[in-house]
């Protein structure tokens, strides 16, 4: 099983980004795929998720400027991520599972892809 992380960048406050989770190895469309970041010093935190039957879910800071989304045919699920603030800068990680009944812990998560840094600054 392998999950590949993608899409990071160094953007200005207020800038867009869209990071891309490419799975291979799974039958993607069972699983419930979770977006974490980890700042510098930082625990591991949630930032969304979205399950197999499109049911999608997102940490309150990033309520109304981020968007989860799949591509079943792609084996692939975006994050799209408006409105950066510098506080959004972080390793960003995707996660994946079959059976994730409470998608912020990331211990529910038995596959997890490298990282892909998000800086936002100016």
């Known amino acids: 099983v392998q999950l590949q992380a993608s899409g990071g960048g160094l953007v200005p406050p207020g800038g867009s980004l869209r990071l891309s989770c490419e799975a291979s190895g799974i039958t993607f469309h069972y699983y419930t795929i979770g977006w974490f970041r980890q700042a510098p010093g930082k625990e591991r935190e949630w930032v969304s998720s979205?399950?197999?039957?499109?049911?999608?879910s997102y940490e309150d800071s990033v309520k109304g400027r981020f968007v989860i989304s799949r591509d079943n045919a792609k084996n692939t699920v975006y994050l799209q991520m408006n409105g950066l603030k510098p506080e959004d800068t972080a390793a960003y990680y995707c996660?994946?599972?079959?059976?994730?009944?409470?998608?912020?812990?990331?211990?529910?998560?038995?596959?997890w892809g490298q990282g892909t840094q998000v800086t936002v600054s100016s």
């Open positions: 996660a994946a599972d079959i059976v994730v009944l409470r998608p912020q812990e990331p211990h529910e998560y038995g596959y």
């Open positions: 979205i399950t197999s039957t499109d049911s999608s």
